[in-house]
């Protein structure tokens, strides 16, 4: 969690499963969208595991654009229930795999 005084900016839930950091969710206040929070709890939780995955609407695009700024790989779009499309992404952490990135650019 981020917090500015006694206000919560942000806050991110995760699991660690398997090897893996699953995000399960990201929240900002939306007077703090735009500052690095998201950016910032995100890569927080990178450092926990080797890999970590995370699943949102694919028509989202800030988030994807987030996911895709930290270096995530767009792994597949689903549709777990009928008109509901989610992207996966997961991305493999360099400082604890020692890995060369490659620019996805």
């Not at 970590?52 to 549709?79: C, K, M, Q, S, W």
């Amino acid at each position: 969690m981020t917090f500015d005084g006694d206000r919560i900016a942000g806050a991110l839930g995760y699991s660690v499963e398997g090897g893996s950091v699953d995000i399960d969710r990201l929240m900002i206040d939306p007077s703090y969208n735009r500052k690095g929070l998201g950016s910032s709890l995100v890569t927080e939780v990178m450092s926990l595991q080797a890999r970590t995955i995370v699943a949102t609407g694919r028509e989202n695009a800030p988030a994807r654009a987030l996911y895709e700024g930290l270096g995530f790989t767009h792994d597949r779009d689903i549709e777990p229930v009928a008109g509901l499309w989610v992207s996966q992404y997961s991305r493999h952490s360099l400082a604890i795999t020692g890995a060369v990135a490659d620019d996805h650019r």
